[in-house]
């Protein structure tokens, strides 16, 4: 059987550029409606995506910097994920329903069971997105003036899935018995007691949600710097990364999937999904008019404010002149991998927040179906990608562009399937069952 591409659609309020709810022909209150994510969630699952992914943040991580910025975004007005994919779920069959939950804010317990329920109701759909947080206006949420350092925040993480994963291999098989004659509902010898003591989190267990017909939901990390490297090699089934070319991917890659052998995992065990978030026109022309269309409602302020927690704030310098180096960086590996690009590529301030604005850190790409397919097809044969995390400048009406110009491509040449492989999104990922952590 040929090795087929794999595919994310993340939902990201209107869509990934921070001009879209400008759009012509955009809801600009969309974000705030279950209306809108239902048509998002339909669209996909019509389309055959694997899964819809929720990125998050426990706070309003949009900044004022420049002066004007904040009064511009549309990135303020949320719903909490895990409410909006029970919602999602009840309106959809067949797609994964992936969402962020930061072990910096969170205790283990409560992930644990707030994703298995909602891997119950979907029916085995559910993936949990391990991050850490690192903005302060999340910690300024949770009584602290700062953030946690980030040595701490990664080793809390670690605990903290380990924990997580434990708690899910509560259940052995078939502990569940309901016997109405004899009056046994459960075999308690089945149930296991986690009893964790460690450095971060003392849990006891076991967790009261049994699990979905996939296991335990689907364990998803998105992050390229050693620390998060490490989290995905020790947790991961799904990565999301952000290359900004082939060299970018093959050193990701790389990196990787080394660690995933370091663990004694076999480094193909896991889905690497690239974000591409790409401007389709009938020629080059028009897919550039797009592109340019999109960008020419972005205030400079707002534009500025993109690249403020990565590079600090840059409004003292030409927006038409060179990029400067980052002053203390929130996510390193972010701002090491814009200053990379920009230079290789000769950006100003201007065409650099332009970029990232119009994709919001994902890889922007621009030209015709066959030009978009051409790179996608490159990158996935490579081995460095194992499919894409779609990354919409506008939703809902980039899922259509995508559906119908981009996907009939993929499949003509044979790197997309047709349809679902089964009912669960382990088995729509080609993801094997996980192990039991306890012995039988």
Wanted: aromatic letters at 10%; a negative charge; hydrophobic letters at 40%.
């Amino acid at each position: 059987m040929n090795r087929m591409m794999s595919f994310g659609l993340s939902m990201r309020y209107l869509g990934y550029h921070a001009a879209s709810w400008r759009h012509p022909d955009a809801n600009p209150r969309g974000g705030m409606q279950f209306a809108h994510f239902a048509e998002v969630a339909r669209k996909a699952e019509a389309a055959g995506f694997d899964m819809l992914f929720l990125a998050d943040g426990i706070g309003i991580r949009a900044v004022d910097s420049p002066v004007g910025a904040l009064a511009q975004t549309a990135q303020t007005a949320d719903l909490e994920p895990m409410t909006l994919l029970s919602a999602l779920a009840a309106v959809t069959t067949n797609i994964g329903l992936v969402a962020t939950a930061s072990t910096t804010y969170n205790e283990p317990f409560h992930v644990a069971r707030k994703y298995a329920s909602l891997d119950r109701i979907s029916g085995g759909r559910a993936g949990w997105n391990i991050v850490t947080s690192w903005s302060e206006a999340e910690a300024w949420n949770f009584g602290r003036d700062t953030h946690l350092g980030y040595a701490e925040r990664y080793e809390r993480a670690y605990e903290f899935a380990d924990v997580v994963e434990g708690l899910w291999h509560s259940w052995g098989k078939d502990a569940i018995v309901a016997d109405k004659k004899t009056g046994i509902f459960l075999d308690t010898s089945r149930l296991h007691v986690l009893n964790h003591k460690g450095a971060h989190f003392r849990v006891r267990g076991p967790l009261d949600v049994p699990p979905s017909p996939q296991g335990h939901p689907v364990m998803v990390q998105a992050g390229a710097s050693d620390a998060g490297i490490e989290l995905a090699a020790r947790k991961a089934e799904v990565v999301y990364a952000l290359p900004h070319d082939l060299q970018m991917a093959e050193s990701y890659s790389r990196r990787l999937r080394g660690a995933l052998e370091q663990h004694g995992r076999n480094p193909r065990s896991i889905r690497i999904l690239a974000g591409i978030t790409p401007y389709i026109g009938a020629t080059m022309a028009e897919a550039q008019e797009k592109y340019d269309a999109m960008n020419a409602l972005i205030p400079p302020e707002l534009g500025l404010s993109y690249l403020y927690a990565q590079l600090g704030d840059l409004s003292a310098f030409p927006l038409d002149g060179p990029v400067p180096d980052p002053v203390d960086p929130r996510v390193r590996s972010i701002a090491q991998g814009l200053i990379t690009m920009a230079r290789s590529r000769n950006m100003t301030i201007r065409q650099l927040y332009n970029f990232i604005a119009a994709g919001f850190g994902s890889r922007v790409v621009i030209g015709t179906p066959e030009s978009i397919v051409d790179e996608m097809q490159e990158w996935f044969e490579t081995g460095f990608v194992d499919g894409f995390n779609l990354c919409p400048a506008l939703l809902p009406m980039d899922i259509d562009s995508f559906s119908n110009h981009i996907l009939p491509e993929l499949r003509r040449r044979g790197l997309a399937r047709t349809g679902y492989a089964g009912s669960t999104l382990r088995e729509n990922l080609g993801l094997p069952m996980p192990g039991c952590c306890y012995p039988a």
